[in-house]
């Protein structure tokens, strides 16, 4: 198995030098080489613990790993930082599924990848006689940051830096941030909003002449995100896994067919399940739910993306987003892997801010189906699923429910599906908490969480409960044009 860039270049690396590399010098994305079709294993992956299924399907891709390597990460993951043993729970509600992401230490879907990347990431340094120190450098908007500050925290060889905007975040995300402990982790509020921190450090990371200055005093750059071929591999596993519970439990039977609807935003998660299918998980369908930044549910109906358009602040912060970067991997593969195309239209993408798919292509996105839905339907449906089954989702799952039942009306079929559920309700907890009609009117972010936890007879996550009696560890703040200033203090050079 190598990885190989969806935009031609020559390079052809495993899976480690991948991880370790992020991006490829020709700014594509990694893809593996192919995809291990492991469908007639399915039935001896029925009774694995979520730990042994994530070790079988790893290995096929990470196959420069060894073994007792893999399960040493593994196993750091997904321990007791859950708050349950299966850790991806599927509950049935009414007559269909959901897919709990969220028990993880930062309550979000993140943790999936981010308690694994960072392991990854180690050991692969180490396989790369990498010499220098790593700085994980991330701007996050809320869920991403901490669920990277979680993931790194005392690593050896790695520190990890996280920007935030001031005037960008919750309160109870700005909390989660300024708590974090671990020997390696620092956080900085940025006087201004998300952009300004994320075009900060973009500009950073394409600052030559700084990258340079920081190599010879042995410090490397480099980035958590989701197009990190670490973040995805590890997503593709709550797909298979969730599947076969619903086999075990006698749900459905072996070879039977789902539908997975998929909250969106980057396009990391639903890929992942397109990859799962790729390598012969019976997918039906893959239902992509956009909230009212609805440029995929566009290109899903109509074969054309186009950015040019404003972004909407929705109650679904983490999906709001005009560029998918992981897209680029899906047309990749819908192109039959017409490395050509994918430049092309990507070229278009950042000349004219749209491009349009041909007709084959078009065909090949047949697994797919675009919905959306706005902020009031996502507001009326936290209520209706509440009132009807007494199950409690946030905005991101809601925004996927209610895409469901825009679904069904015009596919009458059933088919057993399965709803992506990508945050604890108390990460939301405002919008979830008025959803419900609850008054927030004159309460802070601590009332409410109590407010919801005695309205709903649901328990607060332990990780958000236990923000109210943590100490603050970080107070760095600086302004957007100090970013370097900051970086240098920290690492002392
Ligand atoms: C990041 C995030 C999403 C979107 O996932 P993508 O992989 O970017 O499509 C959805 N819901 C929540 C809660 C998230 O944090």
Redesign the pocket.
């Known amino acids: 198995m190598h990885f190989i860039s969806t935009r031609g270049c020559n390079e052809k690396i495993k899976g480690s030098k991948a991880i370790v590399n992020g991006l490829c010098s020709d700014g594509g994305l990694y893809v593996p080489t192919e995809f291990p079709y492991i469908k007639n294993k399915l039935n001896k992956f029925v009774s694995l613990s979520y730990n042994e299924l994530c070790f079988e399907i790893l290995k096929l891709f990470l196959d420069d790993f060894t073994e007792e390597e893999l399960r040493s990460c593994i196993k750091k993951a997904y321990d007791n930082k859950f708050d349950t043993k299966i850790i991806a729970p599927t509950k049935k509600i009414n007559n269909h599924y959901f897919l709990e992401l969220y028990h993880g230490p930062t309550c979000?879907?993140?943790d999936m990848a981010l308690t694994l990347m960072p392991h990854l990431l180690e050991k692969s340094l180490k396989k790369n006689n990498i010499k220098e120190e790593v700085v994980i450098l991330t701007a996050t908007s809320?869920?991403?940051g901490k669920a990277a500050l979680e993931g790194f925290k005392n690593l050896n060889q790695i520190k990890i830096i996280v920007f935030f905007p001031e005037d960008g975040v919750s309160n109870i995300q700005k909390l989660q941030m300024r708590t974090q402990e671990g020997n390696n982790t620092y956080v900085v509020s940025i006087n201004g909003n998300f952009d300004d921190a994320q075009s900060a450090v973009k500009n950073i990371f394409n600052d030559d002449e700084f990258n340079k200055y920081l190599l010879e005093n042995n410090y490397r750059l480099s980035s958590a995100n989701?197009i990190n071929i670490g973040r995805l591999l590890p997503q593709i596993v709550y797909y298979f896994y969730s599947y076969l519970s619903l086999v075990r439990d006698k749900h459905i039977k072996l070879n039977d067919k789902t539908n997975f609807v998929?909250?969106?935003?980057?396009?990391?998660?639903?890929l992942a399940a397109y990859y799962a299918k790729l390598m012969g998980l019976p997918i039906n369908k893959l239902i992509c739910a956009s909230n009212e930044n609805n440029i995929l549910y566009d290109f899903f109906n109509t074969g054309k993306y186009d950015k040019n358009r404003i972004l909407h602040l929705t109650t679904?912060p983490?999906?709001d987003?005009l560029i998918?970067s992981?897209l680029e991997r899906l047309l990749f593969e819908i192109s039959n892997r017409d490395d050509k195309k994918v430049n092309l239209l990507i070229n278009s993408l950042n000349n004219k801010g749209f491009y349009e798919i041909d007709e084959n292509m078009k065909l090949n996105l047949n697994t797919f189906h675009g919905e959306y839905a706005t902020s009031a339907e996502v507001k009326e449906n936290i209520n209706k699923v509440f009132n009807e089954n007494n199950y409690l989702i946030?905005t991101?799952t809601s925004v996927a429910y209610t895409a469901y039942e825009k679904y069904k009306q015009v596919n009458l079929e059933y088919i057993s599906t399965i709803i992506v559920s990508?945050?604890s309700p108390y990460?939301f907890s405002k919008d979830v908490l008025s959803s419900l009609g609850g008054d927030i009117k004159n309460l802070n972010e601590f009332d409410i969480l109590e407010r919801l936890s005695s309205y709903t007879n649901t328990e607060i996550p332990l990780p958000i409960e236990n923000l109210k009696t943590a100490n603050i560890l970080h107070n760095r703040n600086c302004e957007k044009y100090e970013l370097k200033k900051e970086i240098k203090n920290i690492l002392k050079v």
Do not use: E, L, R, Y
């Open positions: 979000a879907f993140k809320g869920d991403t989701s998929v909250p969106t935003g980057n396009f990391g998660n639903i679904s983490s999906m987003i998918s992981n946030d991101h990508t945050a990460k």
